[in-house]
């Protein structure tokens, strides 16, 4: 018997989209209106992006760490079942 | 003359009592209607005191109205709105009750003008936070509501010992002004605020009972307990520098802790955490901008959680848990549901166009100095951070195809229909928040909208969400597998709470060893006095030591009664 393919679609391609749209309009902005400058180097035009990836990274590493160190397999509610 | 000292927060306190006796109908329209009416009574009177009652020689102030608290009462007067509007879906009229005693403490707090009776109605608002997790049907909800009971027992203790210290400098001392952190009824003050707000290592108490509260408690819960700190922080501790740090602290154990959690509910109590901490931050910061960014970012966080908080509640109601593992295929059982979920992701990380970004926004500018620029990034980068926890990560699991997708199953009208209004007042803030920029106690002439600060705030959500696309789709980021994350509170609730029990264990056995010793000496003690009086009362025996001991007791009694006469 041959197995059913796996399901394919989902949101991803709007999620896509969005991001990119999100993103490009504003480099574009951030880049054609704003001259250099800024208090320091993380608000000059462009650090945004670096913000930005720099989250989404953190993010990713944070959950794998907490996953690797805090984390505890099970579906039950409690942080600690049968503790007060 | 009524009119002039009754505090708005007391009509949600009365009509918690009316909602115990009323019927199911009823509930909903009377906690709309108590709202309401405090909105009024809010919005009627004047700025200034009233006049203050003494008792024992204290002030008491029970009305005190300013901008300050003006816009922290309209904040949680009109979430109470859409909580009434939300909480028409269930019966449960001691939540009903315990969720109006909540509201009406934490507004009472706002507006009462002396530490002795904020002191009063923050403890009302915490007993009534305990209440309403324990009228909460989920699994864990009675200890979760029994370690809130100890958290807030802690803070008030903290709180009466302060206030206590403070008000030994004289009665005067007790109307709500500025107090010092370096004098010790202060430093008790705030230690009990940081408590309150969830300051790092307190703050494990909001995530625990927004998860084990119902849906429509974990909704109230969000909006009306930590809120309270951060207004009382803003009176008491404004331009405290100690602030800074902690908030600071707040925002990054909040973020990493909301991109690690499977709950999403207790994801977003962590993301209110992070948030909380941006207002605490900017308090510390102290300048008038930074002031009125920290009022403005508290408004609109009530109103964005509220939303995420109540869509989480629906699927909660009808799927059983709010985790991100079981959400696969949720957006064909739930779509309106669903939407409004990434909705309020989008709103709780301050996406254009939500509250959160026209408060962002002035944040950013208010810590924009070189001396605060690790403030100004831990802002800058929250707003990726929970984009990719709260919206992102949770709108590519519900919209996965499945091969069996779920039976349409929407969440009830009363819920979908509260949720909404919260996204949309959100939103319709965000979108002209001009009229919030009015309720700051601060003059504020801002263009949020200015493409130098439009621009790179769509960088950041837009590169922010491309990156975790990236790493999503090669499999760097973690599968969404059902697990928990332990925090500090694993160290009391496990090890340490072990511990305690072996002590105690060890010294039941001390106190029943020591018990048992001294019951056994007591008996040996008085079979040894037994045998004595026994030996003693022989008085016709022949012979004996008795005897004699007896006719020698006499003899001496008789010559000293010849002497003494």
């Given amino acids: 018997m041959s197995k059913a ?36 180097v993380g608000a000059q035009p462009g650090a945004g992006a670096a913000i930005g990836l720099g989250a989404a990274v953190v993010c990713v590493i944070a959950a794998r760490l907490a996953q690797m160190l805090f984390g505890r397999g099970g579906e039950e509610g409690d942080d600690v079942s049968g503790h007060p | 003359m009524l009119a002039v000292t009754l505090n708005p927060g007391f009509v949600p306190i009365l009509a918690g009592l009316l909602v115990l006796a009323a019927p199911r109908v009823a509930r909903a329209p009377i906690m709309a209607l108590a709202a309401l009416t405090a909105l009024w009574l809010l919005l009627d009177h004047e700025f200034g005191a009233a006049s203050a009652m003494a008792q024992m020689g204290l002030p008491v102030v029970l009305l005190n109205l300013d901008a300050l608290n003006r816009i922290f009462g309209i904040a949680l007067l009109i979430a109470l709105i859409f909580v009434a509007v939300y909480s028409g879906a269930r019966r449960n009229r001691y939540e009903d009750a315990a969720i109006l005693m909540l509201a009406g403490g934490a507004v009472s707090a706002l507006f009462v003008g002396d530490l002795v009776s904020f002191v009063a109605a923050a403890a009302l608002a915490g007993l009534s936070a305990a209440w309403t997790v324990f009228a909460s049907p989920v699994e864990g909800a009675n200890r979760a509501g029994v370690r809130l009971l100890i958290w807030h027992g802690l803070e008030g203790l903290l709180f009466l010992v302060g206030v206590a210290l403070h008000i030994t400098a004289g009665a005067a001392s007790s109307v709500f002004a500025r107090l010092d952190v370096t004098s010790m009824g202060g430093a008790c003050i705030f230690a009990a605020l940081l408590i309150r707000v969830g300051a790092p290592m307190a703050h494990v108490w909001l995530k625990d009972v927004v998860s084990h509260a119902s849906a429509v408690g974990g909704a109230a819960l969000s909006v009306f307990t930590s809120m309270l700190g951060v207004y009382a922080l803003a009176r008491l501790f404004p331009a405290e520098p100690l602030l800074v740090p902690i908030g600071a602290a707040m925002i990054v154990i909040g973020a990493i802790y909301a991109a690690a959690q499977d709950d999403l509910r207790r994801a977003g109590a962590y993301a209110l955490t992070a948030q909380t901490g941006v207002c605490v931050a900017l308090i510390g910061v102290g300048s008038p901008l930074a002031l009125a960014a920290a009022e403005g970012h508290a408004f609109a966080a009530v109103l964005a959680f509220a939303a995420l908080q109540m869509a989480l509640g629906a ?251």
């Fill in chain 1, 5 to 40: 393919p796996p399901p394919r679609g989902g949101i991803a391609g709007l999620v896509i989209l969005f991001c990119f749209t999100l993103a490009a309009l504003g480099l574009a902005f951030d880049f054609t209106t704003r001259g250099p400058g800024g208090f320091w």
């Fill in chain 2, 315 to 565: 699927v909660l109601v009808r799927t059983g848990d709010a985790r991100l593992s079981g959400f696969t295929g949720l957006a064909r059982a739930m779509p309106l549901t669903t939407l409004l979920m990434f909705v309020g992701g989008l709103a709780v990380a301050g996406a254009p166009g939500f509250a959160l970004y026209a408060t962002q926004t002035v944040a950013l500018e208010a810590t924009a100095q070189w001396e605060l620029r690790g403030v100004w990034l831990l802002i800058a980068a929250l707003s990726a951070m929970l984009f990719v926890s709260l919206a992102l990560r949770p709108a590519l699991v519900a919209y996965r195809v499945v091969a069996k997708p779920s039976a349409f199953n929407e969440a009830p009208f009363p819920m979908m229909l509260g949720t909404s209004l919260a996204t949309f007042l959100s939103f319709a803030i965000g979108l002209a928040p001009r009229w919030l920029y009015d309720l700051m106690p601060a003059e504020l002439a801002f263009q949020p909208f200015a493409i130098d600060r439009l621009a790179p705030q769509l960088e950041v959500l837009g590169v922010a969400g491309l990156a975790y696309l990236a790493l999503h789709y090669t499999a760097l980021a973690p599968k969404t597998l059902p697990w928990r994350t332990l925090d500090i509170d694993a160290l009391y609730r496990g090890p340490a709470a072990s511990a305690g029990r072996w002590a105690g264990v060890l010294l039941l056995r001390a106190y029943g060893a020591w018990q048992a010793g001294a019951t056994r000496s007591g008996y040996a003690a008085g079979r040894l006095l037994g045998r004595v009086a026994k030996l003693c009362d022989q008085p016709f025996a022949p012979r004996g030591v008795a005897n004699a001991a007896q006719l020698l007791s006499i003899g001496a009694i008789l010559v000293i009664i010849l002497v003494f006469r």
